[in-house]
Antibody, heavy 120, light 108 residues
Framework: QVQLQESGPGLVKPSETLSLTCAVS?????????WGWVRQPPRKDLEWIAT???????YYNPSLRSRVTISLDTSRNQFSLRVNSVTAADTALYYC?????????????WGQGTLVTVSS | DIQMTQSPSSLSASVGDRVTVSCRSS??????LNWYQQKPGEAPKLLIY???FLQSAVPSRFSGSGSETDFTLTISGLQPEDFATYYC??????????FGQGTRLEIK
């Protein structure tokens, strides 16, 4: 059974770069499927950030495209997210998830989330 | 972008009730619609995919229906563990995707 585990800095200063990693166990990320990031600001709704295919094709939320980079590290079986020039609006619980295609695309497995606070 | 609008934003119900949550898309998406349940402090959990297919291990009291622009999640016979927030998600242009704003189901 696939498991995903996010890791991140917890606290980031405004204007700096946020880096998050999702370690995947129980499945090789370069075999198939897509791998994505979703965030949830405190007491707010889910927002899709980015997704990357097992072959490395990246897709981004247009509203975040200019500040975000998603990447694969197949040697460590993990994928990562970088968000540049963060502001308080980037404070959120960040989830990584696996996207599978079963009839339609869906996020069928999620990490537990990692909280990121942007503050000086 | 495809916008997803859920209604109501919150609702109160009692154990044993039948409840429905609606989700409307800003354009036709066929049945590219999923439903998730999120409890406080937990990650979202997939309940329904492709509008009406029940995810493995999800109780049969959950059901989904609809197509094109209008979708419904129904819970028949609410259980205490069902009080949570429910989100719809469109994957018509997957991997690009959007979620609804959520419907919070509270105990009356």
């Amino acid at each position: 059974q696939v498991q995903l585990q996010e890791s991140g800095p917890g606290l980031v200063k405004p204007s700096e770069t946020l880096s998050l990693t999702c370690a995947v166990s129980g499945y090789s990320i370069n075999s198939a499927y897509y791998w994505g990031w979703v965030r949830q600001p405190p007491r707010k709704d889910l927002e899709w950030i980015a997704t990357i295919s097992h072959s490395g094709s990246a897709y981004y939320n247009p509203s975040l495209r200019s500040r975000v980079t998603i990447s694969l590290d197949t040697s460590r079986n993990q994928f990562s997210l970088r968000v540049n020039s963060v502001t308080a609006a980037d404070t959120a619980l960040y989830y990584c998830a696996r996207e599978v295609q079963k009839e339609v695309a869906q996020f069928d497995s999620w990490g537990q989330g990692t909280l990121v606070t942007v503050s000086s | 972008d495809i916008q997803m609008t859920q209604s109501p934003s919150s609702l109160s119900a009692s154990v044993g009730d039948r409840v429905t949550v609606s989700c409307r898309s800003s354009q036709s998406i066929g049945t590219y619609l999923n439903w998730y349940q999120q409890k406080p402090g937990e990650a979202p959990k997939l309940l329904i995919y492709a509008a009406s297919f029940l995810q493995s291990a999800v109780p049969s009291r959950f059901s989904g229906s609809g197509s094109e622009t209008d979708f419904t999640l129904t819970i028949s016979g609410l259980q205490p563990e069902d009080f949570a927030t429910y989100y719809c998600q469109q994957t018509y242009n997957a991997p690009r995707t959007t979620f609804g704003q959520g419907t919070r189901l509270e105990i009356k």
